[in-house]
């Protein structure tokens, strides 16, 4: 979402409890001014909230503080504060993650995102509805190419408006399998997502939270939490639920098989 240029930063932000109790340290200023530059460093990435080189080299305490232009040992002082007062968290591969995310995210620029990807969709229906109209059985030599280049245009947007290659990649990078973006039935279902206005982002936030969830986990009776990390279950009809799940990636109680079956409706 690389339209998103800004965070928010609330006018109260200072009546926050833990911002008090940050103040009334010595190094508070240094501190909050290491906290801005964190969410500001997440507004860039923009990944939901992760702060990291590239998704498989995470941000060390020296890198932060050459970034940052600050000392690594204030650094790894503020680090610490933010750990304590649960503002950051690190997920399974030590990258940083801002807590709660959400309240400093531009919303107004995710939904104004998902308004135009409604109305790309729209305008590629539209014209998919226009290619695949019945044509003359007397069809001309001129037609005939016309046709087979409309087909190739119709390759061409169904690829622009549903990125397979990247959400399909990105659930291999965090789940280490080897699904396939070319599959009918995952094509199917990213499809209906993003045909409901949901973004690239989103389907990276899913993965991420399920994974770290699921991932070493099993259920009652013994079956492994993992094997559901696959299309059919994370891009089903809970997509939006697990979308806006809280606090996915601390401790879970164990589930029953139950909760995965009749076409893995979790």
Not at 3 to 15: H, L, V
Not at 23 to 40: G, N, V
Request: proline share 2%; aromatic share 10%.
């Amino acid at each position: 979402m690389s339209e998103i240029k800004w965070i928010k930063i609330t006018t109260d932000m200072f009546d926050d409890e833990k911002i008090k109790l940050i103040e009334a340290m010595p190094e508070a200023d240094m501190i909050l001014i290491i906290w801005i530059k964190l969410l500001t460093l997440a507004g860039k990435k923009n990944v939901n909230g992760y702060i990291f080189l590239t998704e498989n080299i995470p941000y060390t305490d020296e890198m932060l503080a050459t970034i940052f232009n600050r000392p690594v040992n204030t650094i790894r002082l503020a680090l610490d504060v933010f750990k304590k007062f649960n503002m950051i968290e690190y997920d399974g591969n030590n990258n940083l993650k801002i807590t709660n995310w959400g309240k400093h995210q531009n919303i107004e620029g995710l939904e104004k995102i998902r308004e135009q990807n409604r109305l790309r969709v729209q305008k590629y229906r539209e014209r998919i509805k226009q290619i695949e109209e019945p044509q003359d059985c007397n069809v001309t030599e001129t037609l005939r190419n016309d046709i087979d280049k409309n087909r190739l245009d119709k390759n061409r947007l169904d690829k622009n408006i549903y990125p397979f290659t990247d959400i399909v990649n990105y659930l291999n990078i965090k789940t280490g399998k080897s699904f396939r973006h070319t599959t009918k039935k995952t094509q199917s279902l990213i499809r209906a997502r993003i045909n409901e206005g949901f973004t690239l982002d989103d389907f990276k936030k899913v993965i991420d939270t399920k994974t770290a969830e699921w991932r070493g986990k099993k259920t009652k009776e013994g079956a492994n939490m993992e094997d559901y990390l696959r299309p059919e279950t994370l891009f089903g009809t809970k997509f939006e639920s697990y979308l806006n799940q809280q606090n996915a990636d601390k401790q879970y109680g164990i589930l029953s098989v139950s909760d995965f079956s009749k076409g893995d409706k979790k």
